[in-house]
């Protein structure tokens, strides 16, 4: 299965560039499957349930936010079965809009 490796791969590094953008740092010696950010200074109360609000399905371990895209073996598949899982994101507007409730979140840490 390279194909969906490399898709994996993929989205996990956009989901990763995206954060560090923001200064969120991935944890390091992550697998390319799977990413953990740190958020500056620890993750505020409220923010994990904020974050979920917005249907960015994650939640905290270890002082990080795991997050892990999804690959579906046929795309038709991907519209039709609603990821609920902690932290999946199968399309690259599933990424967009859980980039742009990180952002929203950092802005509104913003002294």
């Known amino acids: ?13 956009r989901l990763a560039e995206g954060a560090a953008a923001l200064g969120m740092a991935p944890r390091a010696g992550r697998a390319p499957h799977i990413l953990g950010l740190r ?10 349930a904020r974050l979920r609000a917005r249907g960015v399905f994650v939640g905290e371990r ?5 997050l892990s895209p999804h690959v579906f073996a046929h795309e038709a598949s991907s519209r039709t ?11 690259e ?19």
Request: with cysteine; glycine share 8%.
């Open 39 to 48: 958020w500056p200074g620890g993750i505020p109360e409220g923010r994990v």
């Open 81 to 91: 079965r609603p990821l609920r899982a902690r932290g999946f994101f199968a399309h």
């Open 93 to 111: 507007a599933d990424l967009d809009r859980c980039l742009a409730a990180l952002r929203s979140e950092r802005a509104a840490a913003a002294p």
């Open 62 to 66: 270890l002082g990080a936010l795991p």
């Open 1 to 13: 299965m390279p194909a969906v490796a490399a898709r994996l791969r993929a989205l996990t590094d």
